[in-house]
């Protein structure tokens, strides 16, 4: 773009009180060009006050007044939702990243427990192109616990009821945090 001294010749009134000014400014060629503003602002520009034009020189009529909010407000805008959602997948890579080494140190030095499957059902608090993914529900009664415990396995695209129907699945668990717990799914299909 190319700049230009231009001065405030009329003012606008919006009906909600703002003023968009017109403002003449000469482009490279000599050419008088009024540009119109829409941007409505209170307090507004003073007839006869001088501004910066910037333009086109392909085609001066397409101009604007040389103000911070009229170059980065855009930048501004789509830079901050750039950083919220940079932010919000951060921090989802982050869980995921922190609970597979959880389940990695759980497997390697979690204590050991066959739990039996009481269920298979559909997840219903996740939904993909208008579908459940599936879990299975185990059952296990850990050692000097009063009563039996019950563990969630990981999510499947498919009903995995044929393949676990009357089986056991290894369950690795903290002995310090019972609470930290995976279900061994590992020789099940994908």
């Given at each position: 773009?190319?700049?230009?001294?231009?001065?405030?010749?009329?003012?606008?009134?919006?009906?909600?009180?703002?003023?968009?000014?017109?403002?003449?400014?000469?482009?490279?060629?000599?050419?008088?060009?009024?540009?119109?503003?829409?941007?409505?602002?209170?307090?507004?520009?003073?007839?006869?006050?001088q501004v910066t034009?910037?333009?086109?020189?392909?085609?001066?009529?397409?101009?604007?007044?040389?103000?911070?909010?009229?170059?980065?407000?855009?930048?501004?805008?789509?830079?901050?939702?750039?950083?919220?959602?940079?932010?919000?997948?951060?921090?989802?890579?982050?869980?995921?990243?922190?609970?597979?080494?959880?389940?990695?140190?759980l497997l390697r030095?979690?204590?050991?427990?066959?739990?039996?499957?009481?269920?298979?059902?559909?997840?219903?608090?996740?939904?993909?192109?208008?579908?459940?993914?599936?879990?299975?529900?185990?059952?296990?009664?850990?050692?000097?616990?009063?009563?039996?415990?019950?563990?969630?396995?990981?999510?499947?695209?498919?009903?995995?009821?044929?393949?676990?129907?009357?089986?056991?699945?290894?369950?690795?668990?903290?002995?310090?945090?019972?609470?930290?717990?995976?279900?061994?799914?590992?020789?099940?299909?994908?």
């Amino acid at each position: 773009a190319r700049r230009s001294p231009g001065e405030v010749v009329a003012l606008r009134r919006s009906n909600k009180g703002g003023h968009a000014p017109d403002v003449a400014f000469t482009a490279f060629d000599g050419r008088q060009i009024v540009h119109r503003s829409n941007v409505y602002s209170t307090p507004a520009y003073a007839i006869g006050e001088q501004v910066t034009i910037l333009y086109d020189p392909s085609n001066p009529e397409d101009s604007t007044i040389d103000t911070f909010t009229g170059r980065w407000l855009m930048a501004l805008i789509f830079g901050i939702i750039g950083v919220v959602d940079l932010s919000v997948g951060s921090t989802f890579l982050w869980l995921r990243a922190r609970r597979k080494r959880e389940i990695a140190w759980l497997l390697r030095h979690g204590q050991r427990v066959m739990a039996k499957v009481v269920a298979t059902e559909e997840d219903r608090k996740v939904r993909v192109n208008r579908k459940h993914p599936w879990i299975i529900r185990c059952e296990a009664t850990l050692p000097g616990a009063p009563g039996p415990r019950r563990f969630t396995s990981r999510r499947f695209w498919y009903d995995p009821e044929e393949v676990v129907r009357g089986r056991e699945l290894p369950v690795y668990y903290d002995p310090q945090d019972p609470d930290r717990s995976v279900v061994d799914t590992g020789e099940l299909p994908t």
